[in-house]
């Protein structure tokens, strides 16, 4: 049942909320290109990557500049088979987390499409909140590694909704462990101690990836979400500071 | 020849197709271990292991058994390494280099001759009371696989009087068993040498490393908890 509801999301994703979003905040990051030549990271698929098609189609990127994630051999061989570059076979929260220097010469991109429900997700306890701790270390690493040239960048969050409660708490004192200076730390006092439906999720996922672009001296350009049955899509757009 | 083997390998997916998306699900395994060791390091030569894997599935499928058997050796053998690497990085980097200075002190492999460090793991197990039981399960299974490498009369691509690959049920449902152990073993030696990553797996992946162990294996890894 998810693998047929992996098939029809993603291309409705792409189509209606994925495309016109990065497509609108591609222009606050090469204004004056009409090939964007965005530099992309995106976790997908084997048996449905439209969304690097559509992206090419849409002169948004090319093949050089996309790398897709898997963290399964058998479809990275697949999606390898297709000339992608593919990036190394883990699951991206640990890797991004814990092993980062494995990839961080990739880094920064241009658009980050996490898309995490793209990866097989299981519904553990604790698994969104490793995601979010994840979309933090990325944005790090992106600051870390962040050049001149980069004005912003967008990222996608997609996530499986599932009835397992988000504890908010916890999230906040992991996220306040990666220390910035001058960062006072997200008050977990200004948040519920965890959060269990849809709306409640958005909200909170909202305001917590809004919380770490700025630790990290980014404004937030534009931030929008959709829900469609079981899943919960962001897409961020933010801005470099100074 | 082409198309020869495009024969054998949809003959084959039609008549073993269970036993194949079987196989596969248990490969899967090696993406846990993949993902444990990306700090590591070792983690490329887990997908060393995964090739091996794949590369025995397609010419098992093809009809070329004992290629196929000559992979799930390799297979064995990276396994070996990565286990014995991991507790030895300053042998790992060597080797990294093309070194192969286990060969001057007349050992034909890094771990040394035999399967003695491996039992040595083992032994460090509470509760185990030494019995050579991980070391009898590699050498048997090693020797069965170098008997394709080694091309003894019983384990000829040719065997019988077609030259040319041809699926064969029985050699077929041979590999196929085969395979499993060899599945079970490197995951059982990659539990054994890598306890503290395994400890450390989600449930969903160790429960699906614990699924590709067989029975008589999970005894040797006692009292490691599956």
Same mark, same amino acid.
């Given at each position: /049942? ?195 439906? /849809? ?36 897409? /961020? ?6 | ?7 054998? !390998?949809?003959? %084959? !997916? ?11 699900? %248990? ?17 490329? *030569? ?78 460090? !197990? ?11 399960? *590699? ?21 019988? *009087? ?25 995951? %059982? ?24 162990? !067989?029975?008589?294996?999970?005894? *040797? ?6």
């Amino acid at each position: /049942m998810l693998k047929r509801q992996a098939e029809d999301y993603k291309s409705q994703l792409t189509e209606k909320f994925w495309l016109p979003k990065v497509q609108k905040y591609a222009k606050l990051l090469r204004p004056r290109l009409r090939d964007k030549h965005l530099k992309i990271l995106t976790l997908t698929s084997d048996d449905n990557y439209c969304e690097t098609l559509r992206f090419i189609e849409h002169r948004l990127t090319s093949k050089d500049e996309i790398f897709l994630w898997t963290y399964d051999h058998h479809k990275r061989m697949r999606l390898e088979a297709e000339r992608f570059q593919v990036l190394p076979t883990a699951k991206y929260e640990d890797t991004i987390i814990n092993s980062s220097q494995v990839i961080s010469s990739h880094f920064p991109f241009e658009i980050l499409n996490l898309d995490f429900f793209a990866q097989d997700p299981t519904t553990e306890e604790g698994r969104v909140e490793l995601e979010i701790e994840s979309v933090e270390a990325t944005v790090r690493l992106q600051k870390m590694k962040q050049t001149e040239s980069l004005k912003g960048f967008v990222t996608i969050y997609t996530t499986l909704f599932d009835g397992n409660a988000v504890d908010v708490g916890k999230l906040a004192n992991r996220l306040n462990s990666y220390h910035v200076d001058g960062w006072a730390g997200i008050d977990g006092s200004a948040y519920p101690g965890s959060v269990k439906t /849809m709306k409640e999720k958005v909200n909170v996922i909202e305001r917590l990836l809004a919380d770490i672009s700025k630790k990290y001296g980014y404004e937030v350009a534009g931030c929008n979400h959709v829900t469609p049955t079981e899943i919960i899509s962001i897409v /961020m757009a933010v801005r470099k500071l100074g | 020849m082409g198309n020869h083997q495009t024969e054998n !390998l949809n003959q %084959s !997916l039609v008549a073993f197709g269970s036993d194949v998306d079987q196989i596969i699900r %248990s490969s899967e395994s090696l993406n846990c271990w993949s993902n444990a060791l990306q700090a590591h390091g070792l983690a490329s *030569l887990v997908s060393e292991i995964f090739i091996d894997i794949y590369a025995s599935i397609h010419f098992s499928l093809c009809g070329l058994y004992k290629y196929a058997d000559m992979a799930l050796r390799s297979a064995l053998e990276n396994t070996l390494n990565v286990a014995y690497f991991h507790g030895h990085p300053v042998e790992y980097s060597w080797w990294q280099k093309g070194s192969e200075w286990y060969l001057t002190n007349k050992q034909p492999h890094p771990w040394g001759d035999g399967y003695n460090y491996f039992q040595l793991l083992a032994s460090e !197990l509470p509760g185990n009371r030494g019995e050579n039981t991980i070391e009898k399960e *590699l050498s048997a299974e090693y020797r069965a696989l170098s008997k394709s490498i080694h091309s003894t009369s019983l384990k000829l691509q040719t065997k019988g *009087l077609k030259l040319a690959p041809t699926v064969d049920i029985a050699r077929f449902k041979q590999w196929s068993e085969r395979m499993n152990r060899v599945l079970s073993l490197i995951n %059982s030696v990659l539990v054994l040498a890598l306890q503290d990553k395994f400890g450390k797996m989600t449930k969903p992946d160790t429960k699906l490393i614990s699924e590709v162990i !067989l029975d008589e294996h999970k005894r *040797l890894l006692q009292p490691i908890k599956m």
